[in-house]
């Protein structure tokens, strides 16, 4: 195929991407104590395959899934509210905040560094056609 | 006692004109296939850009890089396709300046 290792970053992009918008929703919800499905929300992790590298240099990465953290919720002690269980506990979500900024800034160096390859890669191809 | 005779285990060469027309004949054919499918592949780049245009103009998709880096392709199959040109137009100016 032409121009095959193109492919290849282009499909890093898209998964950074999806990866952003995730951490976008984990944000978006970090206080939100309940879903449509009942209980808190629960964080999600985007899960990232690898495509093997084929001779023709196209390679890269699919999304093969966007899973739920698992980990427990975290209790906040509020008999007020609305959402407080029999003992006066509301579970809250379990996003921390400062671990989604840093996957946020980790998202998008890699996506800088993707668009970085991208257009070195179209640079060489430039140069061959100088030959 | 009869004598058999040896049978000839040298292969003799024989000149013949197809032989000496296929490699000329090979090579044009060969050369008119690639600028053929050269151009057969610029277009199926030019319709993926197309496509991802439309998708992105239309709301169907939000993702920006797939339709940036499908025009990107198109662009660049263009320039090999002008490239691919400019070369087999000065092979035949060269063999027409040839003197026989």
Known sequence: MLFAALDTSASGLTAERLRMDVVSDNLANAQTTRTPGGGPFRR?????MAVPLSVDGSGGVVVSGIVQDQS????????????????????LPNVNVTAEMVDMLAASRAYE?????????????QKALEI | MPITPVPPTVPSVTLSPSAGNSPAAG???????????????LNG????????AQQLASGQTSDMAT??????????????????????????????????
């Open chain 2, 27 to 41: 090579g044009g054919q060969g050369f008119a296939a690639l600028f053929g499918q050269t151009l057969g592949s």
């Open chain 1, 44 to 48: 999600e992790m985007v899960q990232f």
């Open chain 1, 113 to 125: 560094a993707n668009a970085t390859a991208f257009s070195d890669n179209v640079k060489e191809s």
């Open chain 1, 72 to 91: 427990p919720f975290p209790l906040q002690y509020d008999p007020g509210s609305p959402d407080a269980n029999a003992q006066g506990y509301v579970q």
């Open chain 2, 45 to 52: 780049l030019e319709n993926q850009a197309d496509t991802a």
């Open chain 2, 67 to 100: 339709a940036v880096i499908a025009a990107e392709k198109a662009n660049m199959g263009l320039d090999l396709a002008v490239q691919v040109r400019d070369k087999a137009i000065s092979a035949y100016q060269a063999i027409m300046q040839l003197q026989l």
